[in-house]
T-cell receptor
Framework: NAGVTQTPKFRILKIGQSMTLQCTQD?????MYWYRQDPGMGLKLIYY???????DKGEVPNGYNVSRSTTEDFPLRLELAAPSQTSVYFC???????????FGPGTRLTVT | GNSVTQMEGPVTLSEEAFLTINCTYT??????LFWYVQYPGEGLQLLLK?????DKGSNKGFEATYRKETTSFHLEKGSVQVSDSAVYFC???????????????FGRGTQLTVWP
């Protein structure tokens, strides 16, 4: 039982490049979330999904896209990387309980 | 709207010292409140929670009491250990019905370093 896995762990992108951050869960949770964590700041919600085929914007969605074709996977796409997207990205899931989200180990992204 | 204000760090303590990290919140309705902990190089883990006013959450020697009258949820531990060194996040959960139900709002995090 791996929980929430994220790949890659680290990535350096050049300005204007694109990439997909992968998130996979094996807990059969309906709710999934993408956050970014900037130094000295709390986590900001980028996008979330309440089930396969359903996604919605969070607080900071600009520059990102998501899809949710299966319960297990929730990839985050950066189309035209910008230095402002340098951050640590966390994927999280939630089951039926209101009370706990389960986080992946994160992806550290640098855009130069 | 929903927001969390958390004591700024970093906090540096000697082993066995008393710890308090302050957290206050603004929310519509009656949120659930949480403390999450992030150890170096890892994702966040739930440390403790409280779901209604006057509830006390506790885990691993840490405690926090949901105070509705002061809109606070301060984290305390009587005797910290080196292994408690981590970043601590206060958070609240959106309780409004609809797709945002269960969404978390985080404070900025407080870095705690404990020296032997």
């Amino acid at each position: 039982n791996a929980g929430v896995t994220q790949t890659p762990k680290f990535r350096i992108l050049k300005i204007g490049q694109s990439m997909t951050l992968q998130c996979t869960q094996d807990m059969n949770h309906n709710y999934m979330y993408w956050y970014r964590q900037d130094p000295g700041m709390g986590l900001k919600l980028i996008y979330y999904s309440v089930g396969a085929g359903i996604t919605d914007k969070g607080e900071v969605p600009n520059g990102y896209n998501v899809s949710r074709s299966t319960t297990e996977d929730f990839p985050l796409r950066l189309e035209l990387a910008a230095p402002s997207q340098t951050s640590v990205y966390f994927c999280a899931t939630r089951g039926g309980s209101l009370y706990e989200q389960y986080f992946g180990p994160g992806t550290r992204l640098t855009v130069t | 709207g929903n927001s969390v204000t958390q004591m700024e760090g970093p906090v540096t303590l000697s082993e066995e010292a008393f710890l308090t990290i302050n957290c206050t919140y603004t929310a519509t309705g009656y949120p659930s409140l949480f403390w999450y902990v992030q150890y170096p190089g890892e994702g966040l883990q739930l440390l403790l929670k409280a779901t209604k006013a006057d509830d006390k959450g506790s885990n691993k020697g840490f405690e926090a009491t949901y105070r509705k009258e002061t809109t606070s949820f301060h984290l305390e531990k009587g005797s910290v250990q080196v292994s408690d060194s981590a970043v601590y996040f206060c958070a609240l959960s959106d309780q409004n019905r609809g797709s945002t139900l269960g969404r978390l709002y985080f404070g900025r995090g407080t870095q705690l370093t404990v020296w032997p």
